[in-house]
């Protein structure tokens, strides 16, 4: 007879969390199933959609194009709005924890209570949907938008300050500054200010205290805000269409494209997994240097 | 002669300033959660001798720990100096001041090793690797850790990250050593292991220490001398003896020991103050006609069969604690007395009539 391990009291047996575990890798596994293995299958003659037919062309696609003499040429169109994702993601996240980091000190070195008001002023944008408070963004910066009545006042002429990769920055800085703020705010919080007394009384000047016990205490909280940053901004979608005005084209306006007016569902696939993989080699470096230096390193808020 | 840093001469204000650490009208003021000023430092001057273990005792909130972060320049005085023999301190940041602090929460890098932690201070002054490795491991034999150098704090228990944190202040060589209340999170027994190690550690290296406690035992056991602290100031400073032998007033004596207190009314007689305790006089030195408060040791009381000499008394309770008897007697006049007795015991029944013997020198009047 097998033996059957003891169901502790308050505790239920295995079969209780099936559904949970069911549910869950139904929608964080399935999707990717289903993306990767699209990426690999063809095009229809006509239409959008797949076919079940294993083909690398999407892959292919990425970097090269076929001439009118069905000659391969090497094509950096889609290679470009990679790079200006990059470009926009790096100077989002710099722009945010640049930003964020000055603001999570200040939050935790207030009292308790004002601290935990303050955590809920940063999550109040959540509360609304982001398309809505990107749209404000569209009215601050229009012809007749705040943006240029404030630069009328200067005897400045109204500018055209939509639709370029700035305004598209701009949007980005401001829906990712909360996701900056919280993982800093939380490892500056944890963060025992006696040891900063401790070094002083030892000798170290104010530098010191921030290099030698501030930073190491607070770096994983830094690199956390890093990672939520980057890894949606380079995805980002609602930005750079409704401020980049369709002008900006980067990697998730490019997927949605794909699935849209270009109709080639393999190769908006293939660009998801080129991504997927992407960001897992980046979470896998950011983690190894993390045991390496024995940091925490949260990869969600 | 001393000269300043431009080379004119002045003459140290205070002749005797040499040999001590100074704590001149210092003033302190916080304002509490409810908006109200607290004076933590109320006027306090106090002298510290240099090479002694001295310690600063009081409940919560009387001004000890306040002192303490003065001197090492953790907190700013409102007003009022703080001399290390001629070097003013007052103005100095805590990192040029020659003080170092074991504080109450140890206050561990918790991303340093041991040794890393005891050499923290050693690369802020930038000493040379090999003198910094020969001192760490010098710290850590001092205190008993030398096979633990390469574990992190966490992975220590608390008597040990309390060493560290003792070795780390101590490799500074400091010329004065703050104690806040370091042996606070510890056990008992392992309290009084800490308290010899650190009278070991005092003695070898003649370094002062200025050690701030709750704890009047660990006060009385530690300290060369004591200051009692009540309400922003030192109420008393003495060595323990004095302390407990002679308290200024009613706070001190209730606060170190155990004590009886008795109010009687000073009467004049024969040129004399006296005081009468259960019809038994007493040599006072207080004005006739004023009402005082008397402390008596409870083991400076004598209970026995009752018989000449003796104040009639009746004993209300008695408790067997093994090394001594302690009981609660009552005076004809209804106030009671706790006494402990040491061996051997006399034979006592709880409810019976005893006699009381009080010694003319266990009576000192005290201030309220």
Known sequence: MAARTAVRPGQLSAWFTTPAILLGLLFTLGPIVVITSFSFMSQPEAGSGVVMEFSLASYQHFLFQEDFYGQMYFDPRYLNAFGLSLWQAVGTTALSVGIGFPVSIWMATKPPKTQNMLVLLVTIPFWTNLLVRTYAWILFFSGDGTANTVLSWFGIEPQQLLYNSWSTLVALVYTFVPFAILPMYSALAGFDFRLAEAAYDLGAKKLDVVRKVLWPAVSGGVLSAVALCFVPAFGSYIQPVLLGGGKVLMVGNLIADQYGSARNWPFGAALSVIILVLTLVGAWALLAWAKRSAQTVSLAV | ?368
């Open chain 2, 1 to 368: 002669m001393i000269t300043d840093a431009k080379g004119r001469y002045f003459v140290s204000q205070k002749a005797d300033r040499r040999k001590e650490l100074l704590v001149n009208q210092a003033c302190k003021t916080f304002t509490s959660a409810e908006g109200e000023p607290v004076k933590a430092l109320d006027d306090v001057t106090l002298s510290i001798r240099l090479g002694e273990f001295f310690v600063m005792l009081g409940p919560s909130g009387c001004g000890k720990t306040t002192l303490l972060r003065s001197i090492a320049g953790l907190e700013h005085l409102d007003s009022g100096e703080i001399y290390l023999q001629d070097m003013a301190l007052s103005g100095l940041p805590p990192h040029r001041r020659p003080v170092n602090t074991v504080f109450q929460s140890y206050a561990l890098f918790p991303h340093l090793s041991v040794w890393e932690n005891v050499a923290f201070g050693l690369k802020m002054d930038k000493l040379p690797k090999d003198k910094i490795a020969e001192r760490v491991s010098e710290m850590l034999a001092l205190v008993q850790l030398s096979d633990v150098g390469g574990r992190k704090p966490s992975q220590l228990s608390g008597g040990q990250q309390q060493r560290v944190a003792l070795a780390r202040a101590l490799a500074k060589s400091p010329q004065v050593l703050l104690l806040d209340e370091p042996l606070s999170a510890l056990d008992l027994k392992l309290r009084r292991g800490m308290q010899g190690e650190l009278k070991r550690i005092q003695h070898q290296t003649g370094i002062t220490f200025v050690f701030v406690t709750h704890d009047q035992e660990e006060a009385l056991s530690l300290g060369d001398r004591i200051a009692v602290f009540e309400n922003g100031r030192p109420a008393q400073v003495g060595t323990p003896e004095e302390i407990y032998r002679h308290p200024v007033n009613r706070f001190v004596a209730d606060f170190i020991g155990d004590t009886n207190f008795i109010t009687a009314d000073v009467e004049s007689e024969a040129g004399k103050s006296r005081i009468a305790i259960g019809g038994q006089r007493f040599d006072v030195e207080a004005p006739a006609g004023q009402t005082v408060t008397v402390a008596i040791r409870p083991e400076n009381i004598a209970v026995g069969a009752p018989g000449p000499g003796k104040i009639d008394g009746k004993l209300a309770e008695l408790t067997y604690m093994g090394t001594d008897l302690r009981c609660s007697v009552e005076l004809p006049d209804g106030q009671a007395l706790r006494v402990r007795i040491s061996p051997p015991f006399p034979q006592l029944t709880p409810g019976g009539p005893v006699g009381i013997g009080i010694p003319a020198d266990a009576i000192a009047v005290v201030a309220d």
